[in-house]
């Protein structure tokens, strides 16, 4: 009697073993080994949030309930963790970017990044860490902060070639004023986003040219001083 074929599952190319199994979700990992990356996720953006970006690894594991190995097979590097933590802010910001660009005004495409930038990071403590933290490694994280700084630096140029901004305005007063915003938020997410309104009015207003009493020289800042780790003394 000839024999019978097997019936044993045997994974495809470019398969790992946890896409294989039986109760796999829709992203190719098991039910349990997507709730341990969905765990280790939602405790990173926490200790990022609260700790900044340089929280050792190995504690996110602990608190997420895995062990370091499992971690680092999701999340080869810091930079990875980081970046797919707070993909969805990242996204926010490109997006709100590229309305501005694509804005046919130059002074409300400006305002509208700003706003929606500001508001972004009142309501969501985590946003300056996801944002503007620096990491070599990371290609396309840094290569999107790129991009926001050219593209602040084109909303900045047309809204002067408009006579709308002020001609002493310089782009790194973007990264003060987000430096500003970041001292607004608290603990109440309401409160943190009408102080926030509040202060990026003020400062819009003082940016038009009707204000053009002379600043002093502007500082020398960029995105990714945003996150800084405080100095030690």
């Known amino acids: 009697m000839p024999a019978q074929p097997s019936r044993k599952t045997v994974p495809s ?10 109760g796999a979700t829709a992203t190719g990992l098991r039910a ?10 939602e405790v990173a953006r926490e200790a990022f949030t609260t700790q900044g970006t340089d929280v050792p690894l190995t504690t996110i594991a602990r608190r997420a309930g ?12 810091r930079a990875s963790l ?9 996204s926010l910001c490109v997006a709100a970017l590229d309305e501005g660009l694509e804005d046919p005004d130059p002074w409300r495409g400006l305002c509208t990044v700003v706003e929606k930038v500001c508001a972004m990071q009142a309501t969501d403590r985590g946003f300056t860490a996801a944002f503007f933290s620096e ?14 700084e050219e593209g602040l630096d084109r909303l900045v140029r047309r ?12 782009s790194s007063d973007i990264t003060l004023l987000l430096l500003a915003n970041s001292g607004v938020v608290g603990e109440s997410r309401q409160v943190s986003l009408a102080a926030s309104r509040r202060l990026v009015a003020y400062l819009l207003q003082s940016f038009r040219t009707d204000h053009t009493a002379p600043l002093p020289p502007p500082a020398p800042l960029g ?10 003394h």
């Open 13 to 22: 190319a470019g398969t790992t073993a946890d896409e294989s199994r039986p």
């Open 32 to 41: 349990d080994a997507q709730h341990n990356r969905d765990r280790i996720l």
């Open 66 to 77: 895995v062990g370091p190995a499992t971690l680092y097979r999701r999340f080869p590097t």
């Open 82 to 90: 980081v970046t797919e933590a707070f993909a969805e802010q990242l």
């Open 135 to 148: 990491f070599p490694d990371a290609v396309d994280y840094n290569r999107e902060r790129t991009r926001a």
């Open 159 to 170: 809204a002067k070639d408009a006579g709308q901004l002020r001609e002493d305005f310089d």
């Open 223 to 232: 995105l990714h001083q945003l996150h800084a780790p405080p100095r030690r």
